[in-house]
């Protein structure tokens, strides 16, 4: 109900065009009406990232076929950072130099841009951060021309109180700058981020620490998201973390697994990989157009466990055609057999079940649907009652 007031209001204010004090109709909805996909830099380069790393990467995000696929924001992480000036203006450091070339590049290759900061006085890696620059950042951001801000906590503790103190700073900054900027915030999901994210402008916010390029970290964050469901929607998604798909840690059946689960969370889809150096199964997964269209889905519902079964998991993800996503999920270490039953995801008698991995529509069930899983594997389709 509060959302429906919302969603209208945000629509109002965009129909006449005005700002209201206080809400940025840009921030709260139309900037990440679904969630945002896209790369970003850290969790393959790290503090190796540079401007022409950057350029590199937005080329091979076309040449690939990923923007095509609904891909957006290129996003540089931590390590860009110089040093102030007299008059505290933030100026990149050797690796980037100029920042107006490197958006108008990315724009010009109908992407967007994003960046990276912290509320404190240092980032995560020891940068300069923003702590009593706020509104001189954001000014800063949008005349270089970035469309989205990662704003990372990097301090060892914080109030709830505190938290919401920085990142509502932070939001009426961007929103007095009048360019529409994404907010994500990263917290690593302290002091139940999801409950309050939202009303501090946030548009995404990770829900848990950094994921690690291992099936058992990726498994502990992807399962753990169950619960957060409630909190997810149009314009506010829970963030699980970047993508490790492609960085080599984990196997085909692993990396398909936690791209299915993203998707089933209507999680952020930010690639974490060299798009430059992309095997042909690397970018089969990031590509696949109908697993995307699960978690771009214009409903907006996280997905959420329906049968938790020693090693077995099965997700369920309402779209918005009436239709229901199952994710069969194996976490154990042998190929198995997992039943779904129609009646654990609320469809009553008959349904059709497409494979969507597969891309094939395996026909028409009477109540369940049968399929051997691998380990650490997944089988996702997609149910829909005759
Ligand atoms: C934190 C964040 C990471 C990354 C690094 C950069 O660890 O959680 O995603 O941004 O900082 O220093």
Redesign the pocket.
């Known amino acids: 109900m509060k959302r429906n007031i919302g969603t209208s209001l945000g629509l109002l204010v965009l129909l006449a065009g005005i700002a209201l004090p206080g809400f940025s109709a840009a921030q709260e909805k139309s900037a990440a009406p679904t969630p945002p996909m896209g790369w ?1 830099s ?2 393959h380069f ?2 190796k990232i540079d401007a022409r790393t950057v350029r590199a990467q937005a080329d091979a995000m076309v040449a690939s076929g990923m923007r095509e696929a609904g891909y957006l924001y290129v996003n540089v ?3 860009w950072e110089g040093k102030r000036d007299d008059q505290g203006i933030i100026h990149p450091n050797g690796k980037f130099r100029d920042m107006k070339s490197l958006t108008d590049y990315v724009h010009s290759k109908g992407l967007k841009i994003g960046l ?1 900061s912290s509320p404190g006085p240092k ?3 020891g940068f300069e951060g923003t702590l009593g620059h706020e509104e001189q950042d954001a000014q800063t951001y949008a005349q270089w021309g970035f469309d989205y801000l ?1 704003y ?1 906590w ?1 301090q060892p503790t914080g109030t709830p109180e505190q938290m919401k103190a920085a990142y509502s700073k932070m939001r009426d900054a961007l929103a007095k700058t009048g360019r529409p900027i994404v907010l994500s915030l ?1 917290q ?1 999901g302290w002091g139940n981020v999801w409950e309050w994210g939202q009303s501090v402008g946030g548009n995404l916010w ?1 829900t848990t ?2 994921i690690e390029d291992n099936y058992d970290s990726m498994a502990q964050i992807g399962f753990g998201q169950a619960g957060l469901e409630k909190y997810a929607g149009p314009g506010h998604w829970n963030d699980p ?2 993508l490790e798909v492609g960085n080599g840690g984990m196997n085909e059946d692993e990396y398909r697994t936690h791209f299915s689960l993203w998707s089933v969370l209507a999680a952020p889809l930010i690639a974490g990989n060299d798009l430059t150096k992309m095997t042909p199964y690397t970018l089969e997964l990031l590509t696949n157009r109908e697993v995307i269209a699960v978690d771009q889905d214009p409903l907006g519902r996280q997905g959420y466990p329906v049968v938790q079964e020693g090693p077995f998991e099965i997700w369920m993800k309402p779209l918005a055609d009436g239709s229901i996503v199952a994710g069969l999920f194996n976490r154990g270490k042998a190929a198995d057999k997992m039943t779904l039953y129609f009646a654990h995801i609320g469809l009553a008698g008959e349904a059709t079940v497409r494979d969507l991995w597969v891309k094939r529509d395996l026909g028409s069930f009477p109540d369940k649907y049968s399929v051997y899983v691998p380990a650490h594997g997944v089988v996702l389709v997609k149910v829909k009652a005759k």
Request: a negative charge.
């Open positions: 970003n850290w969790n790290a503090e992480d931590d390590t990276y980032t995560c890696a990662k990372d990097c990263c690593y990770r620490g950094d973390d970047m």
